[in-house]
């Protein structure tokens, strides 16, 4: 006869304050439970209720990405370097007296706010390390660098027609000059439109749906519009700067401002095919409510409601329990704010 084998003994039941914490960890799986889902990622110590919902969310070529944003930061950091050299080394340096000195500063707020700091703020939702963060804070950041951006480009203008002026010299008569005023004054035109419409919270969302396209195009359009401008700009400088020897020589200067404009094409060329994969774009959050500070309706991806009026038939014990976890996400993802900045 079979050994007879001894019965094991009975496990103890797990206290319920144990099984209550082990269920809330419970993630399902991707793509089913979408709202169970971002409720255990709420309940998650690090401070951010979307930081596991951001690493779910795995980036299609996220090593391409990495790849091309490595080398649009190096190109854009060369590119305002050698603004640096040109002018300290072959324009002879920088101040604010009215002379050539003056004018340098031109160039290089130009290319630092205009070009690098205006590109990093079109991409700077395309990082998928910040999709853990609430849309409002990265909208604080893409603001405040395209504020920095426009600082720059006035302070850029104001040498200019300060040294024409000193010099008896005539404004806005080049290409280079209507080309660039125009894309100031829309850039201008840009922010105010996105600070009122999609950072601050008094536009509706049916307003916000309507000019997301019309602003997506209209920044691209500038940013592209602005690098233009700064190779006429370059191209006209050496015209009437290099004479003995001539720029058609190939001196030093020309060989060396030739290369600089290379880099400048070159960052915006990489700027633009980041921004334009799909695959890389920010992904809509599920479920995810930031109230306004005006207690207005939630905000959540631009053209998409955050809540999901869909199940009308749910229970009261149901809905008080959703009131009750979106008011732990909001204080939650203050904390990750704060933890992010």
Same mark, same amino acid.
């Given at each position: 006869?079979r050994p007879? #084998?001894?019965?094991?003994?009975?496990?103890? =039941?797990?206290?319920?304050?144990?099984?209550?914490?082990?269920?809330r960890r419970?993630?399902p799986p991707?793509g089913?439970?979408?709202e169970?889902?971002?409720?255990?990622?709420?309940?998650?110590?690090?401070?951010?209720?979307r930081?596991?919902?951001?690493?779910l969310?795995?980036?299609e070529?996220?090593?391409?990405?990495?790849?091309l944003?490595?080398?649009?930061?190096?190109?854009?950091f060369?590119?305002?370097?050698?603004?640096?050299i040109?002018?300290?080394?072959?324009?002879e340096?920088?101040?604010?007296? &009215?002379?050539a000195?003056?004018? !340098?500063?031109?160039p290089?707020?130009i290319?630092?706010?205009?070009v690098?700091?205006?590109?990093?703020a079109?991409?700077?939702?395309?990082?998928?390390?910040?999709?853990?963060c *609430?849309?409002l804070?990265?909208?604080?950041?893409?603001?405040?660098?395209?504020?920095v951006?426009?600082?720059?480009a006035i302070?850029s203008?104001?040498a200019?027609?300060?040294?024409h !002026?000193a010099?008896?010299i005539? !404004?806005?008569? *080049?290409l280079h000059?209507?080309?660039?005023?125009a894309?100031?004054?829309l850039?201008?035109l840009?922010?105010?439109?996105?600070?009122?419409v999609?950072?601050?919270p008094?536009?509706?969302l049916?307003?916000?749906?309507?000019?997301?396209?019309?602003?997506?195009?209209?920044?691209?359009? #500038?940013?592209?519009?602005?690098?233009?401008?700064?190779l006429?700009?370059?191209?006209?400088?050496?015209?009437f700067?290099?004479?003995?020897?001539?720029?058609?020589?190939?001196? =030093?200067? &020309?060989?060396f401002?030739?290369?600089?404009?290379l880099l400048?094409l070159?960052f915006?060329a990489l700027?633009?095919?980041?921004?334009?994969? =799909?695959q890389?774009k920010r992904?809509?959050?599920p479920?995810?409510?930031l109230?306004?500070?005006n207690?207005?309706a939630?905000e959540g991806?631009?053209?998409?409601?955050a809540?999901?009026?869909?199940?009308?038939?749910? *229970?009261?014990?149901?809905?008080?329990?959703?009131?009750?976890?979106?008011?732990?996400?909001?204080a939650?993802?203050?904390a990750g704010?704060?933890?992010?900045?």
């Open positions: 006869p007879r #084998i001894p019965d094991r003994p009975a496990r103890k =039941p797990l206290p319920r304050a144990e099984t209550a914490s082990r269920s419970r993630v991707r089913q439970y979408p169970a889902a971002a409720a255990a990622a709420s309940s998650s110590s690090c401070g951010c209720h930081a596991e919902y951001g690493a969310m795995a980036m070529g996220y090593r391409g990405f990495l790849a944003l490595v080398s649009a930061l190096l190109v854009g060369l590119s305002v370097i050698f603004t640096l040109w002018v300290l080394h072959y324009r340096g920088l101040g604010w007296d &009215g002379t000195l003056e004018f !340098n500063w031109h290089v707020l290319v630092t706010g205009f690098f700091i205006q590109g990093i079109i991409i700077v939702y395309r990082l998928p390390w910040t999709w853990k *609430s849309k804070l990265m909208k604080s950041i893409h603001a405040g660098l395209n504020t951006a426009a600082i720059l302070i203008l104001v200019v027609f300060d040294f !002026n010099r008896k005539p !404004n806005m008569y *080049s000059s209507w080309v660039g005023l894309a100031v004054i850039y201008m840009q922010l105010l439109l996105g600070f009122f999609f950072l601050l008094w536009a509706p049916s307003l916000r749906a309507l000019l997301m396209p019309i602003h997506v195009y209209s920044g691209l359009l #500038i940013f592209g519009t602005v690098i233009a401008t700064v006429m700009g370059v191209t006209e400088k050496l015209i700067a290099l004479q003995s020897p001539a720029y058609s020589t190939l001196p =030093p200067e &020309g060989v401002t030739n290369t600089f404009g400048v070159v915006g700027i633009f095919w980041i921004v334009t994969r =799909p890389w992904p809509k959050e479920n995810s409510v109230l306004h500070p207690g207005g939630p991806a631009e053209g998409t409601m809540v999901n009026f869909g199940n009308m038939d749910k *229970s009261d014990s149901e809905l008080n329990s959703e009131a009750a976890a979106r008011k732990r996400n909001f939650l993802d203050e704010q704060r933890s992010t900045m």
